[in-house]
């Protein structure tokens, strides 16, 4: 149980860590590159609540009351498709260019922490939760990596080259 609730704390970690990527990021851009990132710090803040309930019942030493693992499925939605002008943005921006690098990574780790979690996990509800936030993540993960792929061919093209 302490492993467990150990591996909650971090999950909620990285998940705040989400928030002020996606949040800072939002901040800096505009149109729909703004509201993408908005759209993810929400994602990422219903992430942490999610987390955060179910640490709490855990620790009361109570089974979680509510089926996350089916809300999660239910609120699971399609790629975005980025336009050519949204990459150029986001390649024209270095904190932005920056934030997809570190988010990718975020995103890649909660992916995989949550699926180690999830083979740890003996209980069906718990196991389903985890696997659920995992698939959640890998979404993400493959969101920012095409973002980022497509992106660095204008990043090259905007950038002057020169000595900082």
Same mark, same amino acid.
């Not at 509201?35 to 019942?57: G, I």
């Not at 992916?111 to 993540?137: G, I």
């Given at each position: ?16 860590? @989400?928030? *002020?990527?996606? @949040? %800072? ?9 703004? %509201?993408?990132?908005? $759209?993810?710090? #929400? &994602?990422? !803040? ?10 709490? %019942?855990?620790?009361?030493?109570? @089974? ?5 693992? +089916? ?7 399609? $790629? ?10 986001? +390649? $024209? ?8 690098? @570190? ?7 909660? *992916? ?10 003996? &209980?069906?509800?718990?196991?389903? =939760? ?8 890998? /979404?993400?993960?493959? #969101?920012?990596? !095409?973002?980022?792929?497509?992106? /660095?061919?204008?990043? =090259? ?6 000595? =900082?």
């Amino acid at each position: 149980m302490d492993a467990l609730m150990q591996a909650i704390k971090n999950a909620m970690k990285a998940e705040v860590d @989400s928030v *002020t990527i996606y @949040s %800072e990021a939002a901040l800096r851009a505009e149109g729909d590159v703004a %509201e993408f990132f908005a $759209s993810r710090a #929400d &994602e990422e !803040k219903r992430h942490y609540n999610w987390l955060l309930q179910y640490y709490k %019942e855990l620790l009361g030493g109570h @089974s979680p009351s509510t089926n996350v693992a +089916a809300e999660l499925k239910g609120t699971a939605h399609p $790629s975005p498709i980025f336009s050519q002008e949204f990459l150029r943005r986001v +390649a $024209s921006d270095r904190h932005l260019s920056a934030a997809v690098s @570190s988010a990718v990574l975020l995103e890649l780790n909660a *992916t995989e922490h949550y699926r180690t979690m999830a083979l740890q996990a003996h &209980e069906p509800h718990l196991k389903a =939760f985890l696997n659920s936030l995992a698939d959640w993540e890998s /979404r993400h993960y493959a #969101d920012l990596l !095409k973002i980022q792929d497509e992106s /660095r061919q204008y990043w =090259f093209e905007i950038q002057n080259f020169e000595p =900082f």
